[in-house]
């Protein structure tokens, strides 16, 4: 069992909406841990002393509930469990494994009776089909594997140097660190959680039939973590292998995995002009072990690998993610939450002054006063220069910003 206390810091955007008139909606790739935080939010709600029977709790992947396939059957089972004059409290965890499950959950809801929390790993199925019947009337939140500072509650805080390299190797899937697996153990885990997520969250719910080709659109994104390409790039990668692919196939089977949280697009923004651009976008993953555990572990990885843990921090924490163009120059990230814009460049190593001038120009093009940063895994070099501050990477993600 994951260590359900270690997840306080996903649930926070959650709990103040207890008892408020919205379904509450959780989203996330397979295991990120989202069955965990029904878990803690059950029992927070018994230190309010809300009672074991006002909590419905099931579990669609749980043999138990296996005949609980069918909206009638689903619905008649949860109805024959609220016979008291009471308020209940409802979780349905990985929902779309029952058809037609949005009419339970409308039906559920305009009983008044009933706080009712859901949990899916496709964003296409809890977002369009919810909206069909109960539109404004829920709120959604993304779960995401463990961050840094939720991996170090997990495993122990030795030096943030160590646990940080620690946490590259692990990645953040909350299974692979509930115990002290090898690293070929890990990497068996993670892979048939990337197997399972492709064949039930990708192939079945988009009925794709062309796998191989699905697998290998899925391992280019892998290959190419943090460069800029387009569909057509794809589309020419696969004719320089000898073998024509149709341009909205690929956008097709992109958007299949980015629906099961598999890759994350992240557009580029023109700075100066203001404006998202159409033409070319960075790739990342739903956890960056998933590249190590299909693709191997290479060291030519690494630069996307810290930017894909920059990035999911970033949107961690309420950030629109872009990456950032000006004139001829590419910014790694700019975010921006309300009022609020960060700007950050990642790189490995600061191992030279041509690597320093590379990495800190483009920061200085931009003459407004929003906070800017080199991340690296320089652990020893934290200088300011032009007011743009280099960071630790281990120290920046556990900081406030």
């Not at 206390?5 to 955007?13: C, D, L, P, V």
């Not at 209940?88 to 037609?100: K, P, S, T």
């Not at 009712?116 to 594997?145: A, C, D, H, M, W």
């Not at 320089?240 to 697009?265: G, H, M, P, W």
């Amino acid at each position: 069992m994951e260590n359900l206390f270690s997840r306080a810091g996903s649930i926070k955007q959650i709990e103040p909406f207890i008892d408020k008139p919205f379904i509450k909606v959780i989203t996330g790739i397979r295991r990120s841990g989202k069955s965990s935080i029904l878990l803690l939010l059950a029992e927070r709600l018994k230190k309010r002393r809300v009672s074991e029977k006002q909590i419905i709790f099931i579990n669609f992947e749980n043999m138990e509930y296996a005949e609980l396939n069918t909206d009638k059957k689903l619905y008649e089972f949860v109805k024959a469990k609220m016979k008291m004059k009471m308020k209940y409290y409802i979780f349905l965890d990985e929902i779309q494994e029952v058809q037609n499950w949005e009419k339970v959950v409308n039906s559920l809801f305009q009983g008044k009776n009933a706080d009712i929390y859901i949990t899916g790993s496709n964003s296409k199925l809890l977002s369009s089909e919810l909206s069909t019947y109960i539109t404004g009337r829920y709120v959604e939140f993304q779960i995401k594997p463990l961050s840094f500072a939720e991996f170090r509650e997990f495993n122990g805080k030795t030096s943030v140097e160590e646990d940080f390299k620690s946490y590259l190797r692990k990645g953040g899937f909350p299974v692979v660190n509930v115990y002290p697996y090898s690293e070929t153990e890990r990497d068996k885990i993670i892979q048939d959680i990337y197997n399972s997520v492709i064949l039930r969250d990708v192939i079945q719910r988009n009925n794709i039939r062309n796998v191989e080709l699905l697998d290998r659109i899925s391992k280019f994104i892998f290959d190419n973590l943090g460069n800029l390409f387009s569909a057509k790039k794809i589309a020419d990668y696969f004719k320089s292998q000898n073998r024509s692919v149709d341009v909205e196939t690929i956008y097709n089977y992109l958007n299949a995995l980015e629906q099961a949280f598999v890759i994350k697009k992240i557009p580029r923004f023109d700075i100066k002009g203001k404006e998202i651009l159409k033409t070319q976008e960075k790739y990342f993953v739903g956890d960056h072990s998933l590249v190590y555990s299909i693709m191997g572990h290479k060291d030519r990885f690494i630069s996307g690998v810290l930017e894909n843990v920059v990035m999911q921090e970033m949107e961690r924490r309420g950030y629109k993610v872009f990456v950032g163009k000006l004139n001829g120059s590419e910014i790694d990230f700019v975010g921006e939450k309300r009022n609020r814009k960060i700007y950050l460049q990642v790189c490995y190593q600061l191992s030279s002054k041509d690597t320093i001038d590379r990495e800190f120009s483009p920061l200085e093009l931009i003459k407004d006063n929003h906070a800017k940063f080199v991340i690296s895994m320089d652990s020893f070099f934290k200088d300011n220069i032009n007011g743009i501050e280099h960071k630790f990477i281990g120290d920046f993600l556990l900081e406030t910003w």
